[in-house]
């Protein structure tokens, strides 16, 4: 289940511009100086509080991007990527810091694509992901996103609520939120997902580590 989840999770976040590989996708020129500054100012198990571990990078390389939002004329420099799970409910939080080389590109990257095509498309996306992990125990019945009301972060900031729900071997169905947050800061982009099945994630905390993400770009000098 819970691979099947991340699978869709993962898909989301490309369909998003953080990691897709695709023709519409961002070109990907990475330098050392930006790639150790992403890494470096990254979300980390310190600002989530007891109960979380690491549970290792998870690369996003598989996912494409989303075809309608066309991002090729602009370029990566740096991407790093945590995973992080609580042990007693089984949530997770995907933290992505993507450089650009301007201010400008970073702030395309986010600003891209009406609500209705990132809706569309990142609805597409977590199907697509969820297909990929699907067995006779767990399968993705539906896939709902909604573009809603940022945390303030960052000089732009936009969110989304992602609504699955899956059908379990014996009939159950559970639904699994997904929370959304992307914001440029500079020349960086950070997208947090907050992924909780059967139970979303408290306002408060998903607030609390959007601003923390926040607080570490702009702790961090870009080089």
Excluded: N
């Amino acid at each position: 289940m819970r691979a099947l989840v991340l699978a869709a999770f993962l898909a989301v976040l490309a369909a998003t511009g953080c990691g897709g590989f695709g023709s519409s996708a961002a070109k990907r020129e990475i330098s050392e100086a930006d790639q150790r500054w992403a890494e470096a100012s990254a979300l980390a198990a310190s600002d989530l509080g007891g109960g979380w571990g690491a549970s290792g990078p998870q690369r996003i390389e598989q996912a494409d991007d989303c075809p309608d939002v066309d991002l090729s004329d602009l370029t990566v420099t740096g991407e790093a990527q945590a995973l992080y799970e609580e042990a007693e409910t089984g949530r997770v939080i995907l933290s992505v810091r993507t450089v650009f080389p301007t201010a400008g590109e970073a702030r395309d990257s986010v600003a891209r694509g009406s609500s209705a095509e990132l809706e569309e498309c990142l609805s597409e996306g977590a199907a697509e992901g969820a297909a990929s992990e699907e067995t006779s125990e767990f399968q993705l019945a539906d896939a709902r996103t909604e573009e809603v009301e940022p945390v303030a972060a960052g000089e732009l900031a936009r969110a989304f609520e992602l609504t699955h729900e899956y059908v379990l071997g014996d009939g159950t169905r559970i639904s699994s939120t997904v929370e959304l947050v992307v914001f440029q800061r500079g020349r960086a982009v950070v997208a947090l997902g907050f992924v909780g099945v059967g139970e979303p994630f408290l306002d408060s905390l998903t607030t609390r580590l959007v601003r923390a993400a926040d607080e570490r770009v702009e702790r961090e000098p870009p080089p």
